[in-house]
Each structure stands twice: as structure tokens, then as C-alpha cells.
């Protein structure tokens, strides 16, 4: 086949018996759907006039001047998709597929809940059920996505296992999976998971990164010294940085979240985790000495997940990504910054990487492109708590 299915020694399928014949079916309609013209316009078309791609380059000249930046700094603005982040690219380009696929049935894990609610939309827009998993600790954190899920027509499945976050979620998730394979599509939300799922993530969301360079080019002359992203499963910061592997002067900087620091409790699986299997997946992850998968800790819930995708794994082992990471406290207060100057509400997970653009900004060279991967609407009502804004008179 020629699907990735290993990313050096990362990735790969560990997942139960029953479920490998799924796969290989998923592998088999992505291979013979993904250059078919009529897949890719039906994609193509639903991209433009639904999501609203290509979403535009901007340049935040407020914060540039701010954090001191002599190249310029650039957001490419996924927070402008409709749903208010990338997630919709690979929901609608795996909906599409799932029909091809004559599935009946949608399934997803969420942890934010915006790729649940991508899910949901993208389900409706086709007219396939949806269930959506989803931890009960998220559930309250992401009050009105769990909302918005449900008025879009999905049932949203509440997990009380383990930390009742984006782990747990996906447990459950895979053991729905594994009971009605037969007609359920699994969609998920990030490069993670086992093979085909990560390249399949990967390609939907490189529309990001093809879109980027051409932008860049068009509105600079010239590529981005940096592109920095943040990391949580790591499928918005694999699409940006899809668009510049093969340009070896661009750095890419991944942002992981740092939570209460690297001593506390944290969601740094590249910085601080080893190689093992979650999820289906051979990868960096946060484990204790015996193999116990360690709870990750993150103010946002995208973030907030022990794993990471092979395809980040393979790239900080070779070299070719820097991955970084960013705390909470430093997060809200770039979060904060983005705001007050340049009237962009971010997701907290796109905080990260504001925060790592402030705090690096000595060392950063030529045009600075990060991928502000979503809008912070979601957040407003922990961020507001965390910041002491509130409603009250
Ligand atoms: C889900 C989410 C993330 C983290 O997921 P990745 O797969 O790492 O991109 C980041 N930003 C936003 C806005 C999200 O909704």
C-alpha cells in the first residue's frame, strides 16, 4: 500500500483484531479516493463555499510591534472556518469518505469539543448519525460546544472514566469502534491514532500549509523565517508545516503545552515523554517507569492529551521540527495581548504559540507565520474566570 503507515519507527497499528480489517478498508478507500477528481471536488467545493477557504493571511502589526519583530508577524486565520478552527478540514474530507464508504454512522471523541462539533456539522451537512465522546471534566470546561453538538442533531456521550478528559474519550471511543465496525466510521480529530488514521489527518489538513506558501510568497516575496504552531494531538501544526518541510531554511517550532511547568503537571509529551504505544499508535507519550500512561494537565483542552502524532515524533527525532513548549500563565497572558491588541479573540490552544512568538522573539528571524489555529469564543468563560473579567456589573 501506498498509505504511510510508519513514520521512522512511529506509528504503525495496535489495536485490536477486529478493528484491522477496518482499517484496511479506510487504507484502501483513501488511497483510491484521494486523487480521484470527483472526491476531491466535491471536497474542494465544500472547502470554499462552506468553510470559507482559503481562509486569509493577516498580518498583526499591533503585536509585532509589541513583542518586537523586525521580519513582521503573520497569522494564518483558521479561526476564521466556519465552526472556528481547522478541525472541519479533516471532518468534512473523512465524512466524504465515510459516505463513499457506505457507512452509516459517525463516531468521535472531543476533547475541546470543537472537533465534535466539526464532526457534528460535517455529519449533519451529509445526513449521517453521530455520536460524539466525550469526557465529563471537557464537558464542563466546553459547556457550549457540548451545546452546539447537540443542536446540530449529534448525541453527545459523557465519560466518567479516568480524568473524564481527551484520553478517556478515546477509549471509549475505539471500544464503540471495535463492537459496530461494520457501519460506523470512526473520525478522528487529529494526527493521531493507528495507521491510516495519521496520514489521512495529515493530508486534509496540509491545505493549510499549501495555502500559507502561496500566501506568503504573494504577500512577502519571500518564505517565513518561522512557522510556529501549537501541539496538542498535532494535526494543525503538521498541515502548517506540511507546506515547508522541504524548505530547509524555514524553522518550524511546535508548541506543546507546558501547563503549571515541566515540574508540575503538564501536556509535554515531546519534551518530557518516551516512545510507547497509545491510542493504537507507537509514539512520544507521558508514562510513568512501569508503562502507565500519566494524566496530562493543560488550562486548554485541546492541549490536554499525554500523546502526540508519529509524524512529530519522527520530525523531533530527526531534527527537522523544534518542539517548545508554553504554561498556562504564559498562554492566558498572550492570550490576553492578542486580544486587547489586535481584537482577535484566540483559542487558548493558539495561545501556546503566541506565547512562545513573545518569549523567543530575540531569536526569531525573517517573517514569523503562526497558525492561529482557532477562536476563542469557546474559552471566553475559563479564560475570563482565569483572568478575573466577568459579567457582573
Ligand atoms: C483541537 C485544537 C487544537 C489541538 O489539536 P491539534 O490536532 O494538535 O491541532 C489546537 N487548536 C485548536 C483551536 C483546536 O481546536
Not at 495519521?198 to 495555502?211: C, Y
Not at 516575496?221 to 518541510?245: K, Q, W
Amino acid at each position: 500500500m501506498s498509505v504511510t503507515m510508519r513514520f521512522g519507527p512511529y506509528g504503525g497499528r495496535y489495536v485490536p483484531e477486529t478493528v484491522i480489517g477496518a482499517l484496511d478498508e479506510l487504507t484502501e478507500a483513501y488511497e483510491r479516493y484521494r486523487d480521484d477528481p470527483d472526491f476531491r471536488s466535491e471536497l474542494g467545493v465544500l472547502l470554499g463555499h462552506y468553510v470559507g477557504r482559503p481562509t486569509p493571511m493577516y498580518r498583526a502589526r499591533r503585536l509585532e510591534e509589541a513583542w518586537g519583530i523586525p521580519g513582521g508577524l503573520w497569522f494564518k486565520r483558521e479561526d476564521l472556518c466556519h465552526t472556528g478552527a481547522h478541525k472541519i478540514n479533516n471532518a468534512l474530507g473523512q465524512v466524504l469518505l465515510a459516505k463513499r464508504m457506505g457507512k452509516e454512522r459517525i463516531i468521535a471523541e472531543t476533547g475541546a469539543g470543537q472537533h465534535g462539533v466539526a464532526t457534528a456539522t460535517a455529519s449533519a451537512l451529509v445526513g449521517l448519525g453521530c455520536r460524539v465522546y466525550m469526557g465529563r471534566t471537557d464537558m464542563q470546561r466546553q459547556r457550549l460546544n457540548v451545546i452546539r453538538m447537540r443542536m446540530l442533531g449529534a448525541e453527545v456521550f459523557p465519560v466518567d472514566a479516568g480524568s473524564g478528559t481527551l484520553k478517556d474519550a478515546t477509549s471509549e471511543a475505539i471500544r464503540d469502534w471495535v463492537t459496530n465496525v461494520e457501519h460506523t466510521h470512526y473520525i478522528i480529530g487529529s494526527a493521531v491514532g493507528p495507521a491510516p488514521y495519521p496520514e489521512i489527518v495529515a493530508d486534509f489538513q496540509s491545505v493549510i500549509g499549501i495555502e500559507s506558501r502561496e500566501q506568503m510568497l504573494t504577500e512577502t516575496g519571500d518564505l517565513p523565517g518561522t512557522v510556529v504552531a501549537c501541539v496538542g494531538g498535532g494535526s494543525n501544526a503538521i498541515g502548517i508545516f506540511r507546506g515547508f518541510l522541504d524548505d530547509a531554511d524555514v524553522r518550524l517550532v511546535g508548541v506543546e503545552a507546558g501547563g503549571e511547568g515541566l515540574s508540575g503537571k503538564h501536556g509535554a509529551s515531546l519534551a518530557l515523554g518516551s516512545p510507547g504505544v497509545l491510542h493504537g499508535s507507537y509514539s512520544y507519550l507521558l508514562q510513568d517507569p512501569d508503562g502507565q500512561v500519566a494524566e496530562a494537565h493543560s488550562v486548554s483542552a485541546g492541549l490536554d492529551y499525554p500523546g502526540v502524532g508519529p509524524e512529530h515524533s519522527h520530525l523531533r527525532d530527526l531534527g527537522r521540527v523544534t518542539y517548545s513548549n508554553a504554561t498556562d500563565e504564559d498562554a492566558l497572558s498572550a492570550f490576553l495581548e492578542c486580544c486587547r491588541l489586535e481584537g482577535i479573540i484566540p483559542a487558548l490552544e493558539t495561545s501556546h504559540a503566541l506565547s512562545y512568538v513573545r518569549d523567543s522573539a530575540g531569536d526569531l528571524t525573517g517573517p514569523v507565520l503562526v497558525c492561529m489555529s482557532g477562536r476563542g469564543d469557546k474559552d471566553v468563560d475559563q479564560a475570563g474566570e482565569a483572568l478575573g473579567i466577568d459579567a457582573s456589573a
